[in-house]
């Protein structure tokens, strides 16, 4: 909405004041003015598009650290499977969409998983306490 259709807002008794209305438009012209730099931080601190210590931060946020020489990419991934995880229903039906991208896990009926490729970070595995993992 442009700064008039904001001012067209204000009841006609405040809109008849000139006064009133010129600080009104003062105000609402400042806050219009930072729509622009609000925008481009939203783009900056999303996973998609965030690098180095932009991507660092929104980790920070979510209490999680990057490794020693880890790239951006590895660590959105991390990031992104993390959140999934986080977000995990917890039901066996939600289980394959709370997996990592090319993970998959299966029900050996003995209290363990078999997890597929070997050398998937278990901390991004939904997997119940007490349930082992066994690398494929």
């Known amino acids: 909405m442009e700064?008039?259709?904001?001012l067209s807002l204000f009841p006609g008794?405040?809109?008849e004041k000139p006064r009133f209305m010129a600080l009104a438009e003062a105000v609402l012209r400042q806050a219009a003015?930072?729509?622009?730099?609000v925008r481009s931080m939203q783009s900056a601190y999303s996973f998609s598009q965030a690098e180095g210590?932009?991507?660092d931060a929104i980790a920070e946020a979510a209490g999680l650290k990057r490794e020693p020489g880890m790239a951006d990419e590895a660590f959105r991934r991390y990031l992104l499977a993390k959140l999934k995880l986080w977000t995990w229903d917890g039901t066996n039906?939600?289980?394959?969409?709370?997996l990592p991208e090319g993970v998959t896990l299966s029900d050996n009926g003995d209290g363990t998983v078999s997890v597929s490729p070997a050398g998937t970070n278990p901390d991004l595995l939904?997997?119940?306490?007490?349930?082992?993992?066994v690398t494929e």
Do not use: N
């Open 3 to 6: 700064l008039s259709g904001y």
């Open 33 to 37: 003015d930072l729509i622009p730099l």
């Open 126 to 133: 939904p997997v119940p306490a007490g349930v082992q993992t």
């Open 93 to 98: 039906e939600g289980v394959p969409e709370a």
């Open 53 to 55: 210590i932009q991507l």
């Open 13 to 15: 008794a405040s809109r």
